[in-house]
């Protein structure tokens, strides 16, 4: 079935350092996949989506890029901020509903 | 825009009793929505869909009586937990999705049940 796979966590790293978080997918047809982010206490809000192969989503300095022959989405930042601690869910979206991966945790360290 | 509110933020009740969640969309109108459940440091699980006007659609292992749903308007959908027990202590949060054939749903901030 459709499924997602995140990189475990948590991962911790220093303020300015480069983030990747791997997340790749499995799926029939071609979905729509997005990063999610979760702030302590709070709920979801949407980082960033692509919605086809190639197609490179982006926010807030972060960006990932819908690789159809890896079938992969990882979430990369340049330099990451304290502000950034959260979780990070990655999701496809498989016949109008959204399956998400089990959520990475990011702490950043001044 | 694309604001989804919950409430309450959160809920502490007593085993045996009811209690109702309600979900809004602001500045949008909701065609669906959505009902996760989220435990501890773990992912959301999706417990049911709503469609404005029509009967929520529950995933498998929901108990529909025990969680009922109800989306009586494009902007509001409630989900309300029966008789409720210390193990349906979790977060709840609801989501929405307006244009249809639009993948993206927007999130609402969650609401924390706690059940004595």
């Known amino acids: 079935g459709d499924s997602v796979t995140q990189m475990e966590g948590p991962v911790t790293l220093s303020e300015e350092a480069f983030l990747t978080i791997n997340c790749t997918y499995t799926?029939?047809?071609?979905?729509?996949l997005f990063w999610y982010v979760q702030y302590p206490g709070e709920g979801l809000q949407l980082l960033l989506k692509?919605?086809?192969?190639?197609d490179k989503g982006s926010n807030k300095g972060f960006e990932a890029t819908y690789r159809k022959e890896t079938t992969s989405f990882h979430l990369e930042k340049g330099s990451v901020q304290v502000s950034d601690s959260a979780v990070y869910f990655c999701?496809?979206?498989?016949?109008?509903?959204?399956?998400f991966g089990q959520g990475t945790t990011l702490q950043v360290k001044p | 825009g694309a604001v989804v509110s919950q409430h309450p933020s959160w809920v502490i009740c007593k085993s045996g009793t009811s209690v109702k969640i309600e979900c809004r969309s602001l500045?949008?109108?909701?065609?669906?929505m959505f009902w996760y459940r989220q435990f501890p440091k773990q992912s959301l699980m999706l417990m049911a869909t709503?469609?404005?006007?029509?009967?929520?659609?529950?995933e498998q292992g929901v108990e529909k009586d025990k969680f009922l749903i109800n989306h009586a308007s494009l902007t509001l959908s409630t989900l309300t937990v029966t008789s409720a027990h210390p193990e349906d202590s979790s977060f709840y949060i609801c989501?929405?999705?307006?244009?249809?054939?639009?993948?993206?749903?927007?999130f609402g901030p969650g609401t924390r049940l706690t059940v004595l």
């Open positions: 989501s929405a999705k307006g244009l249809a054939g639009e993948d993206t749903q927007y």
């Open positions: 799926a029939t047809g071609y979905p729509s």
């Open positions: 709503s469609n404005e006007g029509s009967k929520a659609t529950y």
């Open positions: 500045d949008f109108q909701a065609t669906t």
């Open positions: 692509a919605t086809k192969a190639d």
């Open positions: 999701a496809l979206s498989v016949s109008g509903k959204l399956i």
